[in-house]
């Protein structure tokens, strides 16, 4: 398989693959050189050292025999004869056994050496049979002189052979470990050849790999990043090169359907800001239209709006108008009929007082004849006389039976009863001719402010136990009035407030001029008119006092003279809270001049 058409994936698989294949060879090879060398390394200790150092062994050993033997010719003693005997044969049998090792099948000596080996091997048979057939006897039988004699020959004629081959063999066992050091040494650096040689193909190999995949990955990244900023830049109809059946190759394939699809996107766009352009331009003057309609609208909504509420303003002054006009209509006719009612009652209740007047003058009359005919019956009592005793028991009896004591006794309080009525009939009668407008109505320059507060010193009586008094009385307000029906008028309001105080409260009269009018203001703490009797309290005969207390005329009246006086007359109240009166005049003495309405509620 190419390596250009294998994927990354496969391309660092078959790095991996190839690096344990070279790391398993050089393994290998390290072991089999390793082995060898140690093959080697045995052979030399076998084959060489061991061998010499036996022959060394060997060597030593017949240094000892000799010495030995040396001991026994200068000693000469028969008894440490028998022990270096003794010795030697341990020795002896030591070197026969290292001989035949030596020269027997298992030797690892070199079959060249083995003439010398030979050779050492009858040299040491020969020595050893001087030793034990002539040396020894000789030096048994005290025959010293002889047994050095013979100990020089063999040292002169075997001993140093016996040393000269060994030493020959010793040098002969060391070339041969030369050679073998010189085998290790090669052997070594074969091994070290080989793993080289297979480490450089390795590194070359991978070397050769890494640098194709790099090479070619990165020079497809790098494309992909040109075309991506070319993409970022604005440029749609890049295309990348698909070949291959890598990531990377199919990632450029994905780069290239987008940049397809970003191309047609973008022509889309294209066409739709186009299209936008023109319609945020006819937007534009469709707003400015729009706008402009907006304007107008508004403009129009204003005066619109502006009318509405001079409609509304209108609406609620006819109301008013309305309402001031119902009312003062009721007014009106309530005064023609107060007015045709006092006249009415007014004839009648006054022949009935005069003749209310007269009869109690007859009454009076007769009482006095009465007390006259009481005289005359005691007289005739004392007189004794029969006739004149039966007619007076019959007048006693008649007189218990008309109770004629008690008669005389209470037609004095008849008649005053009856008078106080009429009294009270005739003030009625006058409260609605003064309602009416009947009453004397003649005006003089005066004092408001004086005539205030004369009013409250006539009032002062029933005021000081109910309220305190709180005053605020401008001076001085001159105007053109009537001072003793405005007297009246305040007078009521004030004794109004005091009956409407439960127990203890507080009033206050107020009195300024204020814009070309003068203000009086009566207010106390008292328990409020209720709002749903608050229409009704102008009229005559509307009270809430109890039969006896209130006729129900004093605010009736109050209206008909403010009226008179082209002054308002207004009421503000809260149930619980109080009650304030607000009457106002037009200052100075033009009266006429103002033609102000009377009421406000
Ligand atoms: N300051 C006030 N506080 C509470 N209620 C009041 C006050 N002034 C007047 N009123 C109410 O108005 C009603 C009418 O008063 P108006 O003065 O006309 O008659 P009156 O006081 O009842 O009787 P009169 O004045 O003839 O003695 C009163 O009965 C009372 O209910
Ligand atoms: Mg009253």
Redesign the pocket.
């Known amino acids: 398989m190419p390596l250009d058409t294998m994927s990354i994936r496969k391309k660092l698989l078959a790095v991996f693959a190839v690096s344990v294949f070279f790391l398993v060879a050089v393994v290998i090879v390290g072991m089999t050189a390793i082995h060898s060398l140690r093959d080697v390394t045995n052979r030399i200790y076998e084959e060489t050292f061991l061998e010499s150092y036996r022959l060394m062994e060997l060597k030593g050993d017949l240094e000892d025999v000799r010495r030995l033997l040396l001991t026994a010719l200068i000693t000469g003693d028969s008894a440490r004869l028998d022990e270096i005997e003794q010795d030697l044969a341990t020795l002896t049998a030591a070197i026969d056994d290292a001989f035949a090792q030596m020269l027997g099948p298992e030797s690892r000596f070199d079959p060249e050496a083995r003439p010398a080996l030979e050779g050492m091997a009858a040299t040491w048979r020969a020595f050893k049979a001087t030793r034990d057939d002539e040396i020894l006897p000789a030096l048994r039988e005290g025959r010293v002189g002889d047994a050095v004699e013979l100990a020089r020959g063999i040292q002169e004629q075997r001993y140093n052979k016996f040393i000269s081959i060994a030493g020959a063999l010793v040098e002969h066992e060391k070339t041969e470990t030369a050679l073998a050091t010189h085998d290790l040494a090669a052997s070594f650096w074969k091994a070290m050849a080989w793993f080289a040689t297979i480490s450089l193909v390795g590194l070359v190999i991978m070397l050769a790999l890494v640098t194709s995949i790099s090479r070619s990955v990165s020079a497809r990244l790098r494309a992909i990043a040109d075309g991506l900023s070319r993409v970022e830049a604005g440029e749609f109809d890049v295309k990348l090169d698909e070949s291959g059946d890598d990531e990377l190759a199919r990632l450029a394939a994905s780069f290239n359907r987008m940049t397809a699809q970003l191309y047609e996107d973008r022509l889309i766009q294209d066409n739709y800001v186009a299209l936008l352009r023109m319609s945020a331009q006819e937007t534009k003057e469709k707003n400015a239209e729009l706008v402009a309609a907006r304007d107008e609208l508004k403009a129009s909504n204003r005066e619109l709006h502006d009318t509405v509420q001079e409609l509304k303003r209108a609406n609620t002054e006819l109301a008013d108008m309305k309402a001031q006009m119902i009312h003062s209509e009721k007014m009106a006719s309530i005064g023609l009929l107060a007015a045709g009612v006092a006249h009415e009652i007014n004839n009648p209740i006054g022949f009935v007082r005069s003749n209310l007047n007269t009869l109690a003058e007859y009454v009076r009359n007769m009482e006095t004849l009465i007390e006259r005919y009481g005289e005359m019956e005691a007289e005739l009592e004392r007189s004794g006389r029969d006739s004149s005793l039966s007619l007076i028991e019959d007048i006693r009896t008649l007189k218990k039976e008309l109770d004629i004591d008690f008669i005389l006794e209470e037609s004095s309080h008849v008649f005053e009863e009856t008078k106080v009525g009429i009294d009270r009939v005739v003030s009625i009668v006058k409260?609605l001719k003064e309602f009416a407008h009947e009453g004397e109505s003649g005006t003089t320059e005066c004092d408001l402010a004086r005539c205030l507060k004369n009013t409250i010193k006539i009032a002062w009586h029933q005021l000081k136990h109910k309220a305190e008094l709180v005053t605020d009385i401008e001076e001085p307000l001159p105007m053109e009035c009537n001072p003793q029906q405005l007297g009246q008028v305040f007078l009521?309001?004030i004794?109004?407030?005091v009956?409407?105080i439960p127990e203890r409260g507080r009033i206050t009269v107020r009195c300024r001029a204020e814009q070309g009018r003068i203000v009086v203001e009566i207010s106390?703490d008292?328990?409020?008119?209720p709002a749903e009797?608050r229409d009704k309290?102008?009229e005559p005969f509307?009270?809430?006092?109890p039969v006896g207390?209130?006729?129900?005329?004093?605010?009736?009246i109050?209206y008909g003279i403010v009226k008179d006086h082209r002054g308002t007359i207004e009421v503000e109240?809260e149930a619980g809270r109080g009650?304030t009166?607000r009457i106002t005049f037009p200052a100075g003495s033009d009266m006429q001049a103002l033609d102000a309405d009377c009421v406000h509620h």
Do not use: E, V
């Open positions: 409260g009521n309001i004794l109004n407030a009956q409407a106390d008292g328990q409020g008119i009797i309290i102008f509307f009270t809430t006092k207390q209130g006729t129900g005329l004093g605010l009736a109050a109240s009650t009166f």
